[in-house]
Antibody, heavy 125, light 113 residues
Framework: QITLKESGPALVRPTQTLTLTCTFS??????????VGWIRQPPGKTLERLAL???????RYSPSLKSRLTITKDTSKNQVVLAMTNMDPVDTATYYC?????????????????WGQGALVIVSS | DIVMTQSPDSLALSLGEWATINCKSS????????????LAWYQQKPGQPPRLLIS???TREAGVPDRFSASGSGTDFTLSISSLQAEDVAVYYC?????????FGQGTKVEIK
C-alpha cells in the first residue's frame, strides 16, 4: 500500500522559512523512474507544481519560485523535505506531496499517481 | 511555460448526461520519439487531494470507472464522462508533464443540474 503524508507548521509568519516533510511508504525513492514532488493549491485556485526530486537526486523547480525553494530527500527515512524561504501571505495554500513512477527516459515526465492528503499552511502575522 | 487552458470553467448537467471537458496546451505535448502525449487528467472532490484518472492522454488508471474516457493528441485533449453520476461532482484538471515546469489547467467544475 502506497501512502504519502505531509507534515509541518499550520501557521507561518511572513518572512519566515517554511519546512515541510513528506513521509512515504510502499515504494522506494531509489527505484529508477520514481520521484516525489510538491504541489500547492491556494484556496479556491488551481494546482501549482513547486518542486520535484527524482530517484537519482536530480531536481526540478518552478522557475518563478526557484530562488526560494530547496528540495531534498532522505531515502533511509523515506522522506522528502521542501524548504521555502521568505514566506508571504500569498503563499497561503494546501501543500501536497505526490509520487511519480514512470519517469524512465527523456523527457522524464510522469503523472502524479499517488498523493498525500495535503497540509494547509496559513501565512499571517 | 506551457499554458493549459480548459473549457468550460464549469458545467451543470443532469444525471445520466454526457459531459465533455476540453483542454488545450499552448505547446505540443506529444513526444515524437515514443509517440506519447504527456497529458494527465485528475479529479478533485471537495476536501480531498486530486486523484489521477487518465495518464498519457487516454490511459485510464486502475479502478477508474469506464464511463470516464479521454482522447486527443498534440495540443488538444478531451475528457468525457459518458453517463454523469452524483459521485462525479468534482473539479477536473488537466496537466502536462512534457516540459518543465509541469503545469495544470485552471480546472472545470462539474455539477448536477
Amino acid at each position: 500500500q502506497i501512502t504519502l503524508k505531509e507534515s509541518g507548521p499550520a501557521l507561518v509568519r511572513p518572512t519566515q522559512t517554511l519546512t515541510l516533510t513528506c513521509t512515504f511508504s510502499g515504494f522506494s525513492l531509489t527505484t529508477k523512474g520514481v520521484g516525489v514532488g510538491w504541489i500547492r493549491q491556494p484556496p479556491g485556485k488551481t494546482l501549482e507544481r513547486l518542486a520535484l526530486i527524482y530517484w537519482d537526486d536530480d531536481k526540478r523547480y518552478s522557475p518563478s519560485l526557484k530562488s526560494r525553494l530547496t528540495i531534498t530527500k532522505d531515502t533511509s527515512k523515506n522522506q522528502v523535505v521542501l524548504a521555502m524561504t521568505n514566506m508571504d501571505p500569498v503563499d497561503t495554500a494546501t501543500y501536497y506531496c505526490a509520487r511519480i513512477s514512470g519517469a524512465y527516459s527523456i523527457p522524464w515526465g510522469s503523472p502524479f499517481d499517488y498523493w498525500g492528503q495535503g497540509a494547509l499552511v496559513i501565512v499571517s502575522s | 511555460d506551457i499554458v493549459m487552458t480548459q473549457s468550460p470553467d464549469s458545467l451543470a448537467l443532469s444525471l445520466g448526461e454526457w459531459a465533455t471537458i476540453n483542454c488545450k496546451s499552448s505547446q505540443n505535448v506529444l513526444y515524437s520519439s515514443n509517440n506519447k502525449n504527456y497529458l494527465a487528467w485528475y479529479q478533485q472532490k471537495p476536501g480531498q487531494p486530486p486523484r489521477l484518472l487518465i495518464s498519457w492522454a487516454s490511459t485510464r488508471e486502475a479502478g477508474v470507472p469506464d464511463r470516464f474516457s479521454a482522447s486527443g493528441s498534440g495540443t488538444d485533449f478531451t475528457l468525457s464522462i459518458s453517463s454523469l453520476q452524483a459521485e462525479d461532482v468534482a473539479v477536473y484538471y488537466c496537466q502536462q508533464y512534457y516540459n518543465d515546469p509541469w503545469t495544470f489547467g485552471q480546472g472545470t467544475k462539474v455539477e448536477i443540474k
